[in-house]
C-alpha cells in the first residue's frame, strides 16, 4: 500500500510577531485528521505527522537546496501541507510558525520525486499563478500531480470535511486530479482547486493532447486504480493543468 505524510500549522503568533501577516487558522486539524482518518481506514501508511512549531522549512527544501526533504516530504507517496500560502513570479511560496531554517518555503527550492514523492497536495491560498503555471517547472523531479489552489481556499465550518472528503476519494478508486477538484469544493464558499502535472513527448503530442493519457486524467493513488509511471524531468515537454471553482 501507499505511504503519506501530513503537516499542518493552526497558529501563527510568532510568524506575526517576526512582521508575517498570518492570521490564526480554524479548521486546520478537521481536514488534515479527516484525511488521515480515510487513509489508514484503508490501510495506508503513515510515515509523519507534524504540526504547529514541529513543521519545518527544511522538511520541503530539496537537499541539493541545503534541506532534508529525502527525509519527509519526498520520502512519501502523498504529502499533505496545510497553512497560509501565496505566490511570486518564483513560484509558490508557504508559511511556518518557526524559522528552521526560514519562516517560508519556497517553490524554488523544492525538487520532488527523485525519491519517492507522487502526489503534493497543498491547502493553501494562492500557491498556483494560473499566468506563470511554469514556475513550477522544476518541482517536477517524477512527481506526478501538484495539487494546490489558483485563489483562495478557505477556512471555515463548511471546509473542514475537505480532508476526509479528499480521502474518501482517493479510496473509492477516483483518479487523483479529480479527488483533489471534488474534495476540496464546498456547498457555501468558492473554493479555487488547481492540478498541474508534467507531460511526455507522446502525451503532449505536439499540441494534440492526449488528456486521457495524462496523470490529470488516470493516475491513482497506489492500490485503487491505475497509476501511471514516473516522468522524469529530463522527458518533460510541457506542464499541463486543470482548475475549477466550486
Excluded at 117 to 123: D, I, P, S, V
Aim: proline letters at 2%.
Amino acid at each position: 500500500m501507499a505511504t503519506f505524510g501530513i503537516e499542518a500549522i493552526r497558529h501563527f503568533s510568532h510568524a506575526r510577531s517576526a512582521g508575517y501577516g498570518a492570521n490564526d487558522l480554524t479548521y486546520t486539524f478537521n481536514r488534515s485528521n479527516g484525511l488521515r482518518r480515510k487513509l489508514r481506514e484503508a490501510n495506508h501508511t503513515q510515515r509523519f505527522y507534524w504540526t504547529e512549531t514541529n513543521c519545518f522549512e527544511t522538511d520541503f527544501r530539496d537537499t541539493s537546496q541545503g534541506g532534508h526533504d529525502n527525509q519527509w516530504t519526498d520520502n512519501v507517496d502523498l504529502i499533505w501541507f496545510e497553512t497560509h500560502g501565496n505566490n511570486t513570479a518564483n513560484g509558490p511560496y508557504m508559511v511556518f510558525d518557526t524559522a528552521q531554517t526560514n519562516w517560508v518555503t519556497q517553490g524554488s527550492n523544492w525538487r520532488y520525486g527523485n525519491i519517492q514523492l507522487e502526489w503534493f497536495m497543498a491547502f493553501s491560498c494562492k500557491t498556483v499563478n494560473k499566468s506563470n503555471v511554469g514556475a513550477l517547472w522544476n518541482i517536477f523531479q517524477g512527481l506526478h500531480i501538484y495539487c494546490g489552489a489558483y485563489g483562495n481556499m478557505y477556512d471555515g465550518w463548511t471546509t473542514e470535511e475537505c480532508g476526509e472528503d479528499v480521502g474518501d476519494n482517493l479510496t473509492d478508486g477516483d483518479p487523483v486530479s479529480e479527488a483533489w477538484h471534488d474534495g476540496v469544493s464546498d456547498w457555501w464558499v468558492d473554493n479555487h482547486p488547481i492540478t498541474v502535472c508534467p507531460a511526455n513527448a507522446y502525451v503532449y503530442n505536439n499540441g494534440n493532447i492526449r488528456w486521457s493519457q495524462s496523470f490529470l486524467n488516470r493516475d491513482h493513488y497506489w492500490g485503487h486504480g491505475t497509476t501511471l509511471s514516473d516522468v522524469s524531468h529530463a522527458q518533460m515537454v510541457r506542464l499541463l493543468f486543470r482548475w475549477s471553482e466550486g
